[in-house]
């Protein structure tokens, strides 16, 4: 391994969202608490991309950038090596982040009141971002029996054709339960969207962070009708760890569609593009795979010590091993089934930040969401804060 995971590096002052104490304080009620929840990595970025960045802060003049071929290029070889579907320039808009993104596309193709679909326990920004534009939340919530997480086609299907829904928004892979999506439950998503006039919004800033024996596959990839139909949002935030650098793709291979979406990028003024981000994400996708590679092995033995960890201190607790993402859903209902006390207890006497289960939607509720992107030493720090916070219970 050219890379070392293990390494801790100090995060302490250098505007971290995930450290800074103010957030933490305003977050969790104390600053005195080990964090794993919002999704950044614990992790130095792949050196090709801090090469580029050093050598373009260096050039000393920050000045409105611009997109080249070159920007272009590096998504569309990417997108084609790792996941078989050929983009075109064309096709691809910049926002400063997917969840941008997915407010200016509920703002382009939605009128006030209109119904958008989700599927809890879901990231939570979705229902946000529809609350926030006036719109309806209609839920269609994933099925659990305690081993697997599914797609409640039954009630999908009931929702999608009496709603009058607009918009569903797609989580592959999906936060947090961690569930890359087959490609049947895509075609039936596809199709059933197709035939009642909903429009896809596929948000796959995870897909690149995919475990052994699973495989991601692009909603529009699968047919040209799906591509008319859909909207794809992809960034090098997630598996990079650029989530700070601000730049995403948006996909969108519908020329009606996309000049709809350009209409409401222009209202708002977004056009020009951080300077540091273009180098990054270029260096990024043409340089960074060997330091993926390595990365998915290396998350995937954090998987796999979760999944130990939990067995032998927490025999309860579920956990089902993520197909996908660097997050672990864990079921914590049989210690306590009341979320809030649940939340309450692991900051106050484990002193330690995860996501709670109930952020996600109802049926999140005795849930917890693990960060586990961070050297395996820091997580067993984390996960002996868990412990030791449930058996206070
Ligand atoms: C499913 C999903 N979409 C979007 C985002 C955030 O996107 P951005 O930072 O580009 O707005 C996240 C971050 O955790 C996510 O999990």
């Known amino acids: 391994m050219k890379y070392n995971f293990d390494q801790i590096i100090n995060r302490e002052n250098t505007n971290s969202t995930k450290w800074d104490p103010d957030t933490l304080k305003e977050m969790f009620g104390t600053s005195d608490i080990l964090p794993f929840w919002v999704a950044d990595m614990d992790f130095k970025v792949a050196d090709p991309i801090v090469d580029a960045v050093v050598k373009r802060a260096e050039h000393g003049?920050?000045?409105?950038?611009?997109?080249?071929?070159?920007?272009?290029?590096?998504?569309?070889?990417?997108?084609?090596?790792?996941?078989?579907?050929?983009?075109?320039?064309?096709?691809?808009?910049?926002?400063?982040?997917?969840?941008?993104?997915?407010?200016?596309?509920?703002?382009?193709?939605?009128?006030?009141?209109?119904?958008?679909?989700?599927?809890?326990?879901?990231?939570?920004?979705?229902?946000?971002?529809?609350?926030?534009?006036?719109?309806?939340?209609?839920?269609?919530?994933?099925?659990?029996?305690?081993?697997k997480y599914e797609i409640d086609f039954v009630d999908l299907e009931e929702k999608i054709k009496d709603q009058d829904i607009k918009i569903f928004i797609l989580c592959n892979p999906h936060n947090p339960v961690g569930k890359v999506w087959d490609k049947e439950d895509l075609i039936k998503i596809g199709n059933l969207c197709l035939e009642n006039d909903v429009l896809v919004v596929s948000d796959e800033i995870h897909n690149d962070l995919v475990y052994s024996g699973n495989t991601h596959t692009m909603f529009a990839s699968i047919s040209e009708k799906f591509a008319m139909n859909s909207i794809t949002c992809t960034a090098p935030s997630k598996t990079f760890n650029l989530a700070g650098m601000q730049?995403?793709?948006?996909?969108?291979?519908?020329?009606?569609?996309?000049?709809?979406?350009?209409?409401?990028?222009?209202?708002h003024n977004i056009s020009?593009?951080?300077?540091?981000?273009?180098?990054?994400?270029?260096?990024?996708y043409n340089y960074g795979e060997e330091w993926l590679e390595e990365l998915l092995i290396y998350l995937e033995g954090n998987i796999e010590f979760i999944f130990n960890y939990l067995i032998e201190h927490l025999p309860k607790a579920k956990f089902i091993k993520p197909e996908g993402t660097y997050l672990a859903w864990v079921d914590l209902r049989e210690y306590e089934m009341n979320g809030e006390r649940l939340e309450k207890t692991i900051i106050e006497k484990g002193k330690v930040a995860f996501d709670g289960g109930t952020w996600f939607g109802e049926n999140g509720e005795g849930f917890i969401r693990i960060n586990f992107a961070c050297p395996r030493s820091l997580l067993e720090e984390g996960l002996s804060r868990l412990v030791n916070a449930v058996n206070r219970l």
């Not at 793709?249 to 209202?267: A, C, D, F, G, S």
């Not at 020009?272 to 990024?284: F, K, R, T, Y």
């Open 61 to 147: 003049i920050y000045g409105y950038a611009t997109r080249t071929d070159s920007y272009f290029d590096a998504i569309i070889n990417w997108t084609r090596n790792r996941f078989k579907w050929d983009i075109e320039k064309e096709w691809i808009e910049y926002t400063p982040g997917v969840v941008p993104a997915i407010n200016f596309i509920l703002q382009a193709f939605t009128k006030p009141g209109d119904k958008v679909l989700i599927q809890e326990p879901v990231y939570y920004p979705f229902k946000r971002s529809i609350n926030n534009n006036n719109l309806k939340v209609v839920n269609s919530p994933l099925k659990y029996d305690g081993e």
């Open 247 to 267: 730049a995403s793709n948006i996909i969108i291979p519908n020329p009606k569609l996309m000049e709809e979406y350009r209409q409401v990028l222009e209202k």
């Open 272 to 284: 020009g593009q951080n300077p540091l981000s273009i180098v990054a994400l270029e260096a990024a």
